[in-house]
């Protein structure tokens, strides 16, 4: 599958064995630039695992993952996240006994120029780059609905507020992709309406691009431009929102009547 120049992503064959599991089946996927883009399917569907291969977390027993032009198979996480990869986790890895802004620093440190030196040293460049990056995370920490929340440890706040936090430091690594693993997991239905909201915000505001796995179809049908949709690892359509809806074979892989319905 070739690279076309309106993709932000081109995934061509991706497969990924674990012994004799095999978690992802010669997956061809694309993301457009611009797009909101849905990933679902049952529990071991292999939607993580795919994710995390486009972040380095795994390396595809075989296939292709091209990024804005670029060949990311084999490269570590950290490099991904410089060519513009930012994501959130199904299970919120927030570093509990820092601080909201001082996690979202740890995200921005990716885009810092100073170096172990001039660190050391605290040139005026450097202390003048820390005061920008402070600023910065304080905005996004705001954007993200976190204005009051900077200096609080990530650890004591409402859950719903750990996932925001969550993308507050992934915008702060400045991506085109955003990956958002599950981002309304456990959320009330207000704090899920509130979210869906955000997340085209985002899209619309930041020039982002949006990949996310959800298994709320009210969030997937409401947010999404295009659905994927993995059962063994493998796709088995993919589609508008419409077109997933009224596929027979996602309602009984997945879906269900009622929700099709």
């Known amino acids: 599958m070739a690279a076309a120049p309106d993709n932000l992503l081109v995934a061509d064959k991706v497969r990924k064995e674990f012994g004799g599991l095999v978690a992802t089946d010669d997956i061809d996927f694309t993301i457009p630039h611009g797009s909101i883009v849905a990933l679902i399917g049952p529990n071991g569907a292999g939607k993580t695992t795919f994710f995390n291969q486009i972040t380095g977390v795994y390396v595809p027993t075989s296939g292709s993952i091209v990024f804005d032009e670029t060949q990311v198979v084999g490269k570590p996480p950290h490099a991904i996240v410089e060519l513009g990869v930012g994501r959130t986790f199904q299970n919120i890895r927030l570093f509990a006994q820092m601080t909201a802004i001082e996690n979202v620093l740890v995200g921005m440190h990716c885009r810092l120029k100073g170096g172990i ?49 969550e993308v507050a430091r992934a915008l702060a690594t400045s991506p085109k992709l955003l990956l958002l693993d599950e981002p309304t997991a456990g959320m009330n ?58 596929n027979e074979r996602v309602i009984e892989a997945y879906l269900g009547r009622g929700t099709a319905a």
């Open 117 to 165: 030196i001039s660190s050391v040293v605290r040139t005026p460049r450097v202390r003048r780059e820390e005061r920008g990056a402070r600023e910065r995370a304080r905005e996004l920490l705001t954007y993200c609905g976190l204005p009051r929340r900077h200096e609080e440890y990530a650890g004591t706040l409402p859950y719903g507020d750990q996932r925001r936090l």
């Open 189 to 246: 239905t207000q704090e899920t309406a509130a979210f869906t909201a955000f997340v085209r915000q985002v899209r619309d505001e930041k020039a982002l691009t949006v990949l996310l796995i959800e298994h709320d179809m009210k969030v997937v049908m409401g947010v999404s431009e295009r659905i994927t949709v993995l059962e063994y690892g493998a796709v088995i359509a993919e589609g508008t929102p419409n077109e997933i809806q009224a």
